[in-house]
Structure formats: structure tokens, C-alpha cells
């Protein structure tokens, strides 16, 4: 169990600007990790182990992309008792991201919108950083990296990114994850329509596959959608998966919509809303997903997930694997303990 109660570091951490509490909290773990002092925020791993696409996963619940950007704190973060730990988006090339304040707490609503921008220090540095890291996956955890394209590439150039980020981190990834998902990109979810879906992971497919033949270890890919899908465009990415033998999805991303938060403070700012608003929109996407993919095909559910009810919820919709963000945000890390034993199969 961690030392210190969230209850009392989250009225400080309220107290700042969300980034620069998001920042405060990553630097400090990453100088702490792996040092007596992770104590203050370690807590149980809970044992509940699940194979899916080849991988052993500890337990069920993971961390979803976005909140280790840089991937500077595996090892701290995955002593909170995460099963599996994604880190990134990262771009080729490194990214300032939007211009600030592009953060924002609704705390009424348990939820954050925001319009990052794939804001990270690049691919090599985020290769350093992952190479670093040894106690999370020493101990048997499951480390996802998660590719992105930057924001001043061409869509129509895409792909040239996604393959640059693909064999940078093929060698140090546990399952790689392609998101084509996050609002903050211009045009970046364009990639989600058909032609473009099928062009884009058929190049990376043809890579993964020959990358593979050369190291001689298989490397899972996962793709990340959004939630604001219809139900034929859900359709239509459940066939392209299955075409281009995408090993696995993960549903969903943050949303646009904001009917769930009218009249909030911030509601209106531009980005994409996370946290509790975006719990049953991302349900109907992993029920879509679960009717429209072969049984045993590998869905990572995320959105909204506050309790380890929410958690249930979500394996009950269809997914294998369970992972949070602005839950541990609101919730703190006893949050992961409490979802993996709700899961946990007795």
C-alpha cells in the first residue's frame, strides 16, 4: 500500500494547473523510481494472469497511452500494480504540441479535455528512455509503446511516419500500438475511413511481418480507435482489421462530443474529453467491436473507467484487458488494485 492516501496529495494537486500537475507528478516519479522512496505511491499487483495475442499479462489492468508521453516512468508507474503499461504517443521527430493552456479539469463531471498535441521529445529520446527502464518488466509486466505521426507531416504522408515509429520501437516493444485516433491532430482521424485505414495498415502490417523474419521474435500490433465512430464505420474497421491481420484493438480514444458536460466550466474547450463522460460511448464501440470481430480477437477497453465496477463493465461489453487514465487522475493509484481485483477470476 502507498504511504501517503491520495485523498491527501489530491487537494494540492487540484490546487495547480493540470499540466503542470501532470508535470510535477511525472518528474517526481521519474526521479524516484526504483528507489526506497517509490513506497509513497507503490501498491499491490494483484495476480490474474490472462494471454492474449501471445503475451502473458500479469493482470488485466493496464495504463493507456498519454499520460507517460516520453516514456520516463515505466518503472515508477508500474509499481502502482498496472498488469501492462503503454507509453507514448511518440512521433518521429520531437513536438512542442498546442499552444497553452491545453489541459483542463472538470471535476464535476470526473473528467479532463485536452488538446496536447502529441506533445513528446521524439523517437530516440523516447527509445533511451524505455531502454532504461527494468524493474516493471523484470517483474513480468507488459510494456505497450504506442506510434503516432507529427503534426507538421502531410496526411496524405502518414504512413512514412507510423513506419519510422514502427521499427524504432519493434525492438524494445512488448505489443506496439497505432493510434490514428486522438482528436488533436489535425486530420489525423481521417485515417480511420476505409481506403485510408487499409493502405495505412497494410504498409505497417508488410513491415511488422518482415521485422519480425529478421529478429525472429513476434511483436503484436494493436490499433486505437475513437470512440465518435458509427456503427458502419465500426464495422467497416473490424473488417480491415481482420484483412490486414491486425493482431488486436483498442477502443477508445477520447471523445468530441460534450453533451455529457453542458454547462460545465471548460465543456467548451476545444479537444478531446476523457473520464467518466466517455464511459458508455466507449462501451457501444467495444460492443460493436465484440458482435463484429471472430471470437478471441484481442479488445483493450478504455474510457471512463472510475471504480472497479467500471472495470467489470467493460470486459461485460466485450473487452479482454482493461486500461485507465483520468480515473487514476480523479481516483489515484489505489484505483489499479481495486479494478484488477473486481477482475480478478476466482
Not at 311 to 340: E, F, H, M, N
Amino acid at each position: 500500500m502507498s504511504l501517503i492516501p491520495y485523498a491527501l496529495a489530491r487537494p494540492f494537486l487540484f490546487g495547480l494547473d493540470a499540466e503542470h500537475a501532470h508535470e510535477l507528478t511525472l518528474n517526481s516519479i521519474a526521479r524516484l523510481q526504483n528507489t526506497p522512496a517509490q513506497a509513497l505511491w507503490c501498491g499491490e499487483r494483484v495476480s490474474d494472469p490472462v494471454t492474449l495475442a501471445g503475451l502473458r499479462f500479469p493482470n488485466r489492468i493496464g495504463l493507456a497511452a498519454g499520460l507517460d508521453k516520453n516514456g520516463r516512468c515505466i518503472d515508477g508507474l508500474g509499481a502502482m500494480g498496472f498488469g501492462f503499461i503503454e507509453v507514448g504517443t511518440v512521433t518521429p521527430k520531437g513536438q512542442p504540441g498546442n499552444d497553452k493552456p491545453r489541459m483542463f479539469r472538470l471535476p464535476e463531471a470526473n473528467a479532463l479535455i485536452n488538446r496536447l498535441g502529441f506533445n513528446n521529445e521524439g523517437l530516440a529520446s523516447f527509445i533511451a528512455n524505455v531502454k532504461r527502464a527494468h524493474s516493471f518488466r523484470k517483474a513480468g509486466g507488459i510494456l505497450g509503446l504506442n506510434i503516432g505521426k507529427n503534426a507538421a507531416t502531410p496526411i496524405e504522408n502518414a504512413a512514412d511516419d507510423y513506419l519510422l515509429g514502427l521499427e524504432g520501437v519493434f525492438p524494445h516493444a512488448d505489443y506496439i500500438a497505432v493510434n490514428i485516433s486522438s482528436p488533436n491532430t489535425k486530420n489525423l482521424r481521417a485515417l480511420q475511413s476505409d481506403e485510408a485505414l487499409d493502405a495505412l495498415l497494410g504498409a505497417l502490417q508488410e513491415r511488422k511481418l518482415k521485422l519480425q523474419g529478421q529478429s525472429g521474435r513476434p511483436v503484436p500490433m494493436f490499433v486505437k480507435i475513437a470512440p465518435d465512430l458509427e456503427e458502419d464505420q465500426v464495422a467497416v474497421i473490424a473488417q480491415t482489421l481482420k484483412a490486414n491481420g491486425i493482431d488486436g484493438v483498442i477502443a477508445t480514444n477520447t471523445t468530441i462530443a460534450r453533451d455529457k458536460v453542458q454547462g460545465l466550466a471548460h465543456a467548451n474547450e476545444t479537444g478531446g474529453l476523457s473520464g467518466a463522460p466517455v464511459f458508455e460511448a466507449s462501451n457501444r464501440v467495444i460492443r460493436l467491436l465484440r458482435a463484429a470481430l471472430p471470437a478471441g480477437y484481442p479488445i483493450i477497453g478504455v474510457g471512463g473507467v472510475l471504480s472497479g465496477d467500471d472495470a467489470r463493465a467493460k470486459i461485460a461489453a466485450g473487452a479482454d484487458l482493461v486500461q485507465v487514465y483520468t480515473g487514476l487522475i480523479y481516483k489515484g493509484p489505489a484505483l489499479v488494485s481495486d479494478c484488477a481485483r473486481a477482475l480478478a477470476r476466482r
